[in-house]
C-alpha cells in the first residue's frame, strides 16, 4: 500500500529519527509496520535496525543478532516513541485523493473519504476496512456499506465467521468484537439513537399516587382500681391462710397461746 503520511506525521518521525541518531528511511519503514497494528507490534527486515526482527508492545523485542542488547534497545526505544505517537494520533495517512471516472465524476475507495485504513480484506462477498487512527470499521457487503463507530477497540484480528450478520469477525485487545454493540455511522442499518431522558422529563412523569394511612388499634387503658383490687384479694387471703396455719400449730402445742397470739397481731396489722 503506497500510503502517504501527512507533513505532521513526517515531521513527527524524523523528530524521532534524530532522538535514535538513524535515518528517517529506517523510520519510516518502521512506521509503516507498526500502523498494520495499530501501534502494538511490527514485524519488520531493516537493514540499518540489523535485518529481521520482530517488536510486540509489553516488552519483547527479537532482533537478527541476538546477543547485541544495544540494538535490542534502540529497536525497543524506536517502537515505543512511534507506537506512541500513533495512538496519539500524532501519525496518521493523507487522505486518499478522488479520481475522476468514466462518468466524468470522481471516485476514491469504497470506503470513502475515510483515508487509508490501517488493513483492508474481504472474504466470500464480504469487505472490510479497519480504520483505528480514527476509530472506524467500514464493512461492504453486497454492494451495501456500513460505518461503525469502533469506540475504543484497537483490532488487531480478523477471522471468518459462520452465521450472523457478516461472514468475516473481529478481535481487539478486549477479544472478540461484537459488531451488533457498536453505534453505526452510516448505512442502511443505521441504528435509531435511543431516546434520552432527564431528570426533569422522568420527575414530571412521576404518578403520584396516595398511600393509605396507617389505622392503629386504640390501646386499652389499664383498669388500676381492678388491679389493686385484685391484688389486695391475693393478700387478704395469704394471710388469713397463714393465720390459720398458726393457729394449726398452737392446736398441736408446737406454738404457745401467747406466740399464736403474737404472729396474729403482726400479721392483721399487714391489712
Not at 28 to 39: A, E, F, R, V
Not at 88 to 104: D, F, H, R, V
Not at 123 to 144: C, E, P, V, W
Request: glycine share 10%.
Amino acid at each position: 500500500m503506497n500510503a502517504i503520511f501527512t507533513d505532521a506525521s513526517f515531521q513527527n518521525m524524523t523528530n524521532v529519527a534524530n532522538k535514535y541518531g538513524v535515518s528517517t528511511n529506517a523510520v519510516t519503514d518502521l512506521t509503516y509496520c507498526l500502523m498494520g497494528s495499530n501501534g502494538s507490534m511490527a514485524q519488520f527486515n531493516i537493514a540499518e535496525l540489523g535485518g529481521g526482527g520482530q517488536w510486540m508492545q509489553g516488552g519483547m523485542t527479537m532482533v537478527g543478532d541476538m546477543f547485541n542488547n544495544n540494538l535490542k534497545y534502540l529497536v525497543d526505544g524506536l517502537c515505543v516513541d512511534l507506537s506512541n505517537l500513533i495512538h496519539q494520533g500524532e501519525i496518521q495517512y493523507k487522505p486518499l485523493p478522488k479520481t475522476a471516472n468514466s462518468q466524468g465524476g470522481f471516485s476514491g475507495n469504497w470506503w470513502g473519504d475515510l483515508g487509508f485504513p490501517n488493513s483492508t480484506g474481504s472474504q466470500n462477498d464480504t469487505s472490510y476496512a479497519i480504520f483505528n487512527n480514527i476509530h472506524r470499521l467500514a464493512i461492504q457487503q453486497n454492494g451495501k456499506v456500513t460505518i461503525f463507530d469502533t469506540l475504543d477497540h484497537n483490532i488487531g484480528g480478523v477471522g471468518q465467521q459462520q452465521g450472523g450478520n457478516y461472514s468475516v469477525s473481529f478481535t481487539s485487545q478486549y477479544g472478540n468484537v461484537n459488531l451488533n454493540s457498536l453505534p453505526i455511522i452510516s448505512g442502511e442499518n443505521k441504528q435509531q439513537q435511543p431516546e434520552v431522558f432527564h431528570n426533569n422529563d422522568v420527575q414530571n412523569n412521576v404518578v403520584e399516587t396516595s398511600v393509605a394511612p396507617i389505622m392503629e388499634a386504640p390501646v386499652q387503658p389499664v383498669n388500676n382500681n381492678n388491679f389493686n383490687n385484685n391484688n389486695n384479694s391475693a393478700f387478704e387471703e395469704d394471710i388469713f391462710g397463714k393465720i390459720e396455719k398458726l393457729a394449726g400449730l398452737k392446736d398441736k402445742g408446737i406454738l404457745s397461746v401467747e406466740e399464736f397470739e403474737n404472729k396474729k397481731i403482726d400479721l392483721l396489722s399487714r391489712l
